[in-house]
């Protein structure tokens, strides 16, 4: 065979070794790509699954906290109870009080504060010991007793006549108006300006008293 022969035939032997090579390398990287997509799809697959999961020992979670893209809606309506909380208790240890569920089982002697600086105004009450030694203070309030609104919403207050026979409730800037219980009334206005507005029942004051606070609006 002649060197010109010989050429040929290398030529001719290369070919096939070439489109070999080619395919196995277009195989390759199809394979890589796929391996890296389903490797992809195993940590989102991951992620989610620990964020969903996750939790520490106090119940919070740990990392990859879910993204939650908050309302930017400007009509803001809230609910407000209007309540008193009550402490019942006795002066008498070991005397079960009837009108306490502290007392049962027995509770230890309470005795009412001897010179009381209870505000007058009608928001607090105290009772003094009955024939049983039992005696209650009372503290009327608003729940909840603070909203946080920005300015320009429209705000919608719903009080609700829950405890308390009635009330005289004004919202400043808005109006008066009595409120028995079982009754809702409900308030609307536009927060114009950033700052504060009171709300208060004149029956049962200093401490029946609320406010909305009007975070200004951000430029
Ligand atoms: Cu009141």
């Known amino acids: ?21 080619a395919i ?27 964020s969903s999961n996750s939790t520490s020992s106090t119940g919070a979670a740990t990392s990859n906290p879910v993204v939650v893209n908050p309302s930017q809606t400007t009509n803001k309506e809230f ?25 049962t089982p027995l509770h230890p002697a309470e005795v009412p504060p001897a010179n009381s600086t209870i505000p007058t105004g009608g928001g607090f009450r105290i009772v003094l010991p009955n ?5 209650d203070f009372r503290s009327f309030t608003f729940a909840p007793d603070q909203i946080v609104v920005n300015q320009g919403d429209k705000v ?22 009595a409120l028995h219980r079982g009754e809702i009334h409900t308030v609307s206005f536009i927060a114009n300006n950033p700052g504060s507005i ?21 430029v």
Request: proline content about 3%; aromatic content about 6%; glycine content about 8%.
């Open 1 to 21: 065979m002649n060197d010109n022969k010989k050429a040929k035939t290398k030529i001719k032997t290369a070919k096939p070794i070439i489109a070999a090579a």
């Open 156 to 177: 919608t207050l719903h009080f609700i006549g829950v405890l308390g026979v009635h009330h005289i409730i004004t919202v400043d800037g808005v109006g008066t108006f």
């Open 79 to 103: 609910w407000i109870n209007t309540v008193h909380l009550d402490g019942a208790t006795s002066l008498r240890a070991a005397v079960a009080n009837p009108l306490s569920a502290q007392n």
């Open 198 to 218: 009171r709300f208060w029942c004149s029956l049962h004051l200093p401490n029946m008293v609320g406010e909305i606070l009007v975070l200004p609006k951000s």
């Open 24 to 50: 196995i390398t277009i195989v390759a990287s199809a394979v890589m790509i796929l391996g890296t997509q389903t490797q992809m799809l195993q940590q989102a697959f991951g992620q989610r699954n620990y």
């Open 131 to 135: 024939k049983v030694g039992a005696w």
